[in-house]
């Protein structure tokens, strides 16, 4: 009995032991979400007297340097930029040249700090420092927002250039003063300024040289000198200026049968011409935008080998020019060849209702030349792309009624599939309204815009003294609406121009959305006061 107990206690010794060797995978505790530490720096920062070429700052945890060359920003900037390595928590900046005497230094990391492990970014992180014996303290701080839809612009150099003679043109000629950069929300913040006034200018850089000499870099600046100030925060406009120098920036055959030339400008002093003879059989329809800036030729295909063009201007005779072009595309072919080729017709129904009166019209994607049908259709526009179907419609008529294919065909040859028509004629009561009593800043003129919920305009109106602003049969949905202050009442919005040393007009967006319903008028019942 006695030595079956001991058999029994050694296997529950056996089991017990066997349970406890199992092997438990560790739960890894929580996620680490705190960013990096600095813990030492050589020489500290906010140091004085500073002669040396290093600086070292040593973190409480392994890091990584993420893209330093663009993030990690020194100010006032420097001719050559200096070698920033890494050595597992150590980071260290040494210096090229000689850094000037009496002068407070930033170091700004942007987001270039970040944790080994996990990725945490020790954002925004700034050290300073001086080669004098006193540390400039006072700050600068704004935001910047493109003019004409006020969004933050990100990854934007703002600039500060001191007080000198020919203040507003120094970054024509020269780098600045001091530098930092835009962050996501387009906010930017400089530290370790003097008490001295600044140009405040900001650069979308295309050429990474700090001098605005591109047409097409982005700017934004103040018209007047500014102090540091802890308790202000500054808003810059940002735009592009318009490059008056008229240039023909693209002719070529982009399709069979389409000619396209565009030009940087509205072009309403040139011609485009051919002194060719034309083809029996060949048929052109030339269209212009709405800018008129772009002409498109649509023509015949396969009837001429090629065409020579002339592009005359009295005014600019460099743009005279002439041009020979093959009219055998030779492009890449649309993978769906049959689809591409078809003419796409649409129509100004609203939610399959034609809006009070007005008339059913059909827009054509090319110019039309020919219609086989017994219905009755007027062209309504210079170019064949819009026609009016006359069916004597009346109020309470519903109409259902198929359009067969091949019915319509273009300048190039091409023809609409079949479709469908099924609308009646709507009423007052299906759509909604939005009217406003405007008020305008004195002596200027103000457009009106109505915006859908993409910010597609689709309605304005100009106003020059209070004035009720109606937007009328707005199909149920959220828009808004916002006014330019028209300072050269050219009709739309203008962009600044930094040369001349005038802003981008104002756009003011109105407080609120407005969700117009069916059959309801919105009407506000306080006056909207621009200013």
């Known amino acids: 009995m006695k030595g079956k107990i001991i058999s029994i206690l050694l296997i529950l010794v056996a089991l017990l032991l066997t349970r406890c060797a199992n092997v438990v995978a560790p739960t890894g505790g929580e996620k680490d979400t705190t960013p990096p530490k600095v813990t030492e720096a050589h020489p500290a920062n906010h140091s004085t007297g500073f002669d040396g070429r290093k600086i070292q700052i040593t973190f409480d945890e392994y890091i990584t340097l993420n893209n330093a060359s663009q993030q990690v920003l020194i100010s006032p900037p420097l001719a050559?930029?200096?070698?920033?390595?890494?050595?597992?928590?150590?980071?260290?900046?040494?210096?090229?040249?000689?850094?000037?005497?009496?002068?407070?230094?930033?170091i700004h990391f942007g987001e270039a700090i970040k944790d080994f492990h996990e990725g945490n970014?020790?954002?925004?992180?700034?050290?300073?420092?001086?080669?004098?014996?006193?540390?400039?303290?006072?700050?600068?701080?704004?935001?910047?927002?493109?003019?004409?839809?006020?969004?933050?612009?990100?990854?934007?150099?703002?600039?500060?250039?001191?007080?000198?003679?020919?203040?507003?043109?120094?970054p024509l000629k020269r780098t600045p003063d001091f530098i930092t950069k835009t962050d996501k929300e387009g906010a930017f913040h400089f530290y370790g300024l003097p008490d001295k006034k600044f140009l405040v200018f900001a650069l979308g850089d295309m050429n990474s040289n700090l001098f605005f000499d591109q047409p097409n870099e982005k700017v934004a600046f103040i018209d007047t000198l500014v102090a540091p100030s802890d308790s202000l925060s500054f808003t810059l406009y940002a735009f592009t200026e318009i490059d008056t120098t008229q240039m023909l920036l693209e002719s070529k055959l982009v399709e069979e049968g389409l000619l396209r030339f565009v030009f940087r400008r509205p072009a309403d002093s040139i011609s485009v011409t051919t002194s060719d003879r034309l083809a029996d059989g060949f048929k052109m329809v030339e269209v212009w935008s709405k800018q008129r800036d772009t002409l498109c030729w649509y023509f015949t295909p396969g009837v001429m080998d090629s065409l020579r063009v002339d592009i005359h201007s009295d005014i600019d005779t460099l743009l005279n020019k002439r041009i020979r072009f093959d009219l055998h595309y030779k492009g890449a072919k649309p993978r769906n060849e049959r689809t591409a080729h078809v003419l796409k017709v649409s129509n100004n129904l609203k939610k399959n209702k034609l809006p009070p009166g007005e008339e059913l019209l059909l827009h054509f994607s090319e110019p039309v030349v020919e219609i086989h049908d017994t219905l009755h259709y007027e062209q309504t526009d210079a170019y064949g792309m819009e026609y009016r179907l006359d069916m004597g419609i009346n109020d309470t008529t519903n109409f259902?009624?198929?359009?067969?294919?091949?019915?319509?065909?273009?300048?190039?040859?091409?023809?609409?599939?079949?479709?469908?028509?099924?609308?009646?004629?709507?009423?007052?009561?299906?759509?909604?309204?939005?009217?406003?009593?405007?008020?305008?800043?004195?002596?200027?003129?103000?457009?009106?815009?109505?915006?859908?919920?993409?910010?597609?305009?689709?309605?304005?109106?100009?106003?020059?003294?209070?004035s009720v602003v109606s937007f009328s049969q707005l199909l149920p949905e959220k828009y808004k609406v916002q006014a330019i202050i028209d300072a050269d009442r050219n009709g739309q919005w203008s962009t600044g121009n930094f040369h001349r040393c005038f802003q981008p007009e104002s756009v003011v967006p109105y407080k609120d959305e407005f969700d117009v319903k069916a059959g309801w008028d919105i009407a506000p019942d306080e006056i909207w006061t621009i200013r």
């Open 400 to 466: 259902a009624f198929k359009i067969a294919d091949s019915v319509f065909y273009s300048v190039r040859g091409r023809t609409n599939q079949a479709f469908d028509l099924r609308f009646g004629r709507a009423t007052a009561s299906d759509f909604g309204n939005i009217i406003i009593k405007v008020c305008p800043p004195a002596g200027r003129q103000v457009i009106v815009q109505l915006l859908n919920n993409k910010g597609v305009v689709l309605d304005q109106q100009v106003v020059e003294t209070t």
């Open 121 to 170: 970014v020790f954002k925004d992180y700034t050290y300073s420092f001086s080669t004098g014996d006193y540390l400039d303290t006072l700050s600068l701080k704004g935001k910047v927002l493109n003019a004409d839809d006020k969004k933050p612009v990100a990854d934007l150099f703002v600039t500060l250039y001191a007080d000198t003679d020919s203040l507003l043109f120094q």
């Open 80 to 106: 050559t930029k200096p070698d920033i390595k890494l050595s597992g928590k150590t980071v260290s900046i040494k210096f090229k040249e000689e850094l000037k005497p009496n002068t407070t230094y930033t």
